[in-house]
Nanobody
Framework: VQLVESGGGLVQPGGSLRLSCAAS????????MRWYRQAPGKQRELVAQ????????LYTDPVKGRFTISRDNAKNTVYLQMNSLKPEDTGVYYC???????WGQGTQVTVSS
């Protein structure tokens, strides 16, 4: 099983980034997927979740209206579109499959002027 994140980087406040997580080694379409983040000195927190099937979504309050999680089952990929980024969004973003607790290696997002 592999989860490989990409798309992180340095962006100015108010900017946008799209993170991708390519999955392999399991039947991706059958499982919910999550994005977590970990800011320096803080615990890892759940950012967003998307279910299998209809793709129902959930978001943590600080990102509601700014972030969008989506998935492409044909490409075995889950995305996190992040708009109106703020400095407090800075951290390492991780892709996660919660049923078997698979994790990616993380991608750094830095929001700074």
């Amino acid at each position: 099983v592999q989860l490989v994140e990409s798309g992180g980087g340095l962006v100015q406040p108010g900017g946008s980034l799209r993170l991708s997580c390519a999955a392999s080694g399991f039947t991706f379409r059958n499982y919910a997927m999550r994005w977590y983040r970990q800011a320096p000195g803080k615990q890892r927190e759940l950012v967003a979740q998307i279910s299998s099937g209809r793709g129902s979504t959930l978001y943590t309050d600080p990102v509601k209206g700014r972030f969008t999680i989506s998935r492409d089952n044909a490409k075995n990929t889950v995305y996190l579109q992040m708009n109106s980024l703020k400095p407090e969004d800075t951290g390492v973003y991780y892709c996660n499959e919660p049923m078997f607790n698979y994790w990616g290696q993380g991608t750094q997002v830095t929001v700074s002027s």
